[in-house]
């Protein structure tokens, strides 16, 4: 593989994990704060669909990530009104904002748009520009490494930057900050939090708010930089994907990342497989090729999920000792 066909794939990669860090790291502070959360599939939807349809009525960029924004965090209060206020079953409560996203979202996209549940193709005015295109055009000028990082680090739009950014902030968040300690705590031993007079339920809620922020950042991702319009289901599976890469990550942003950066780049392998025809098996047909990143989420999850070990207190509701 020569330079340029490097960092092409380097490039590929980062754009395809960018949804699925930013929703690994929307999963590990809900998790770390006991609450499981299977609704990241949903809530990423919704926020794409929020962000596609604003952006396609109003023409405004701000508006789309700040009514996206509005959906995500309200869809993490929702969850948390049902599994932290009441106390109901977690599991329940994720699936069921899923799979509430997928079919409303088809039925507010036909009646709004009349194109079988897609918008409008979106302007350039208000989808996310590259950033840093000079300057990879300009590290081009070394020999190989400066083509491979040319081509793979620069002309990214903002939310790949942005989600790079985001690893390590959550990191100091989780583990350097008073709020990181008490929540972790509270994912291990509520008891003991709420013994020193630190509410869970604000703990929890708190942290199901960071998540509703960075799932609408994914989802604002997918059809503000990714795609060129809202298509229905179109996460197709990256919820759970990301939540795959949460686990193999032990619940820690960094190894969370690197799940990630595994994920997409097994995908970004996938596309560029596309009818090419390998020694000794010849052409792969593309449904296999496409179902290689599903395939790995499966292996990890049967061959891992038993290895890593959750906050003790995940999917437990928590009830105050009288």
């Known amino acids: 593989m020569d330079e340029v066909a490097l960092g092409a794939l380097l490039a590929s990669t980062l754009r395809v994990a960018t949804p699925l860090i930013l929703c690994a790291l929307a999963g590990t502070l809900a998790e770390r704060s006991g609450v499981i959360d299977l609704g990241l599939e949903g809530k990423m939807l919704s926020c794409a669909f929020a962000a596609g349809s604003v952006?396609?009525?109003?023409?405004?960029?701000?508006?789309?990530?700040?009514?996206?924004?509005?959906?995500?965090?309200?869809?993490?209060?929702?969850q948390g009104f049902g599994c932290v206020t009441h106390r109901g079953?977690?599991?329940?409560?994720?699936?069921?904002?899923?799979?509430?996203?997928?079919?409303?979202?088809?039925?507010?996209?036909?009646?709004?748009?009349?194109?079988?549940?897609?918008?409008?193709?979106?302007?350039?005015?208000v989808r996310l520009a590259p950033w840093g295109a000079g300057a990879g055009e300009a590290l081009r000028a070394l020999p190989w490494v400066g083509t491979v990082l040319g081509l793979g680090l620069f002309g990214h739009n903002v939310l790949v930057y942005l989600a790079i950014a985001l690893v390590p902030a959550v990191w100091w968040l989780l583990f350097r900050t008073r709020f990181g300690l008490r929540l972790r705590a509270t994912g291990e031993n509520p008891a003991m939090v709420d013994a020193a007079g630190v509410s869970i339920t604000a703990l929890r809620y708190r942290a199901l708010m960071?998540?509703?922020?960075?799932?609408?950042?994914?989802?604002?991702?997918?059809?503000?930089?990714?795609?060129?319009?809202?298509?229905?289901?179109?996460?197709?599976?990256?919820?759970?994907?990301?939540?795959?890469?949460?686990?193999?990550?032990?619940?820690?942003?960094?190894?969370?990342?690197?799940?990630?950066?595994?994920?997409?780049?097994?995908?970004?392998?996938?596309?560029?497989?596309?009818?090419?025809?390998?020694?000794?098996?010849?052409?792969?047909?593309?449904?296999?090729?496409?179902?290689?990143?599903?395939?790995?989420?499966?292996?990890?999850?049967?061959?891992?999920?038993?290895?890593?070990?959750?906050?003790?207190?995940?999917?437990?509701?928590?009830?105050?000792?009288?």
Not at 92 to 120: E, N
Not at 271 to 276: A, F
Request: with cysteine; charged share 5%; net charge positive.
């Open 89 to 125: 079953d977690q599991v329940v409560m994720g699936m069921a904002i899923t799979m509430t996203a997928a079919g409303l979202t088809v039925v507010l996209g036909i009646a709004w748009f009349q194109q079988g549940g897609q918008t409008p193709p979106l302007p350039d005015a």
């Open 55 to 78: 952006a396609a009525l109003s023409g405004s960029l701000a508006l789309a990530l700040a009514v996206s924004l509005v959906v995500g965090v309200a869809l993490s209060l929702l």
């Open 210 to 322: 960071l998540n509703g922020v960075l799932c609408s950042l994914a989802g604002s991702y997918l059809v503000l930089a990714q795609n060129p319009a809202f298509m229905p289901h179109m996460t197709a599976g990256r919820g759970y994907m990301a939540l795959a890469a949460m686990i193999f990550g032990k619940w820690h942003p960094v190894g969370a990342f690197l799940a990630c950066l595994l994920f997409g780049f097994l995908d970004a392998v996938s596309i560029r497989l596309q009818g090419v025809a390998l020694p000794l098996v010849g052409a792969v047909p593309v449904q296999a090729i496409q179902a290689l990143p599903y395939v790995l989420t499966v292996v990890l999850l049967a061959g891992f999920v038993g290895k890593a070990r959750a906050p003790k207190a995940l999917g437990i509701p928590y009830v105050k000792e009288r």
